[in-house]
């Protein structure tokens, strides 16, 4: 059986099993089933640091000259601070359709204090590591994102006999990051389940209920970006059809929509488009590690959805020029938002901010979080993939052997 269906069907009953175990069930699930759970993605966490920083070396590498390297570097840029912005505008689309939080009311005493926001300078500073052991031990992304791909331009500036062994090596240690996270995912639906299961007995029908409307209008934005914004990536560049594309893709989306990070995908997601959508493995080393830290698609759908959800809790009207700010900073703070589960709510803070609206607002969308974490998520690995399929066809890369 498909892996994909062996983590559909570990999804499918987690939620039938939390629905009949109930909130009385969750002290047993935390002590006993959450951990397992936690576990799963210990796993995947163990690989990130070491997938990023060689998958990007054999990138760099594989390109040949800098020339190159940054043609395709722009073009990654330009795309996915395109797709993000799009994003932000079709979450206040969807949002102005469907009025999310209107007649609903904060209660007092339920304030929940936020994390700052980095500014954008700070973003930029911190992006050069002054240790690159101690960025790739406290797995910061961006540096050792920015530290690989020095390395990996060194490496095609030194002479071709001595580069030639450092190529060999850091390939042959890519190839075993993929080896061993293929053997962590045949534990996925043992890890899907316990990670699902407390989330839906903590987050039962009723708890969901009065904040249903920012749910259906996530999944609505996110299926409309899906479609529109990754079904045309894929055809206009590729001429590939957006069923083959999604059915590649199907696997790392269930595993983003339950681990609720990009870093924890990226592995999967990796091997998938390499293998099931046939990007170059040049490509796809180079543009999905940077996808996962700097294209935030569906955290900016997300930003764009509780900014209206929350102004119309409180009663605001939203300007043009609030919208557009919103759009601005939300595509620029994208940059610097790490692809750990809860990252968005940094995201949101920083967005709210900007245009003055209350950041009391964060205790309401803080109780749904989890679940529209689920949800961006998904779009977010969604869309490096769609990036790295346009990408790959703009180059003229030989076409590489789909398996499906």
């Given amino acids: 059986m498909n892996l994909s269906i062996k983590i559909l069907i570990s999804l499918i009953i987690a939620v039938i099993t939390g629905v009949i175990a109930g909130p009385g069930a969750l002290p047993f699930i935390k002590w006993w089933i959450a951990p397992i759970g936690t576990m799963f993605i210990n796993l995947i966490k ?5 997938v990023v920083f060689t998958s990007l070396i054999v990138g760099v590498t594989s390109l040949g000259d800098t020339k190159k390297l940054g043609r395709i570097g722009l073009k990654t840029l330009v795309l996915y601070l395109l797709t993000t912005a799009i994003a932000i505008i079709i979450g206040f689309a969807v949002a102005g359709v469907s009025h999310p939080g209107v007649g609903m009311h904060i209660t007092n005493g339920t304030v929940q204090a936020a994390k700052a926001a980095p500014s954008i300078m700070q973003v930029i500073l911190d992006m050069i590591p002054s240790s690159p052991v101690q960025s790739m031990a406290k797995s910061d992304i961006l540096p050792v994102i920015v530290f690989a791909l020095f390395i ?18 850091f390939d042959a240690a890519a190839e075993t990051c993929y080896k061993v996270i293929a053997m962590i995912m045949e534990l996925a639906p043992i890890g899907v389940f316990c990670l699902m299961l407390p989330v839906v007995v903590q987050n039962g029908p009723k708890v969901l209920l009065p ?16 479609v529109c914004v990754y079904s045309a990536l894929a055809s206009v560049a590729k001429n590939m059809n957006p069923i083959k594309f999604f059915k590649g893709m199907s696997e790392a989306m269930l595993i983003a929509f339950t681990t609720c990070s990009s870093a924890a995908t990226l592995p999967v997601n990796m091997k998938n488009t390499q293998e099931k959508l046939g990007v170059s493995k040049e490509i796809t080393s180079f543009v999905l590690p940077l996808g996962a830290t700097i294209n935030m698609d569906g955290t900016a759908l997300y930003m764009g959805i509780c900014s209206l959800f929350i102004a119309n809790v ?17 595509t620029l703070a994208s940059i610097g938002t790490a692809g750990v589960p809860g990252a968005g709510l940094i995201m949101l803070a920083m967005v709210l901010q900007s245009v003055q609206l209350p950041l009391e607002g964060l205790a309401l969308v803080a109780g749904i979080d989890r679940i529209l974490d689920m949800f961006r998520t998904c779009l977010n ?17 030989a076409p590489v052997p789909v398996k499906i």
């Fill in 314 to 330: 409180f009663g605001i009207d939203l300007t043009m020029g609030q919208m557009v700010m919103i759009v601005f900073t939300g």
């Fill in 46 to 50: 163990m690989m990130i640091v070491p």
């Fill in 152 to 169: 990996g331009v060194g490496i095609v500036k030194i002479e071709p006999q001595k580069s030639s062994q450092l190529i060999s090596f």
């Fill in 211 to 226: 904040l249903l409307s920012v749910i259906v209008t996530m999944i609505v934005g996110s299926i409309i970006h899906a």
């Fill in 381 to 397: 690995i969604t869309g490096d993939a769609a990036v790295a399929v346009a990408v790959n066809a703009t180059e003229k890369e």
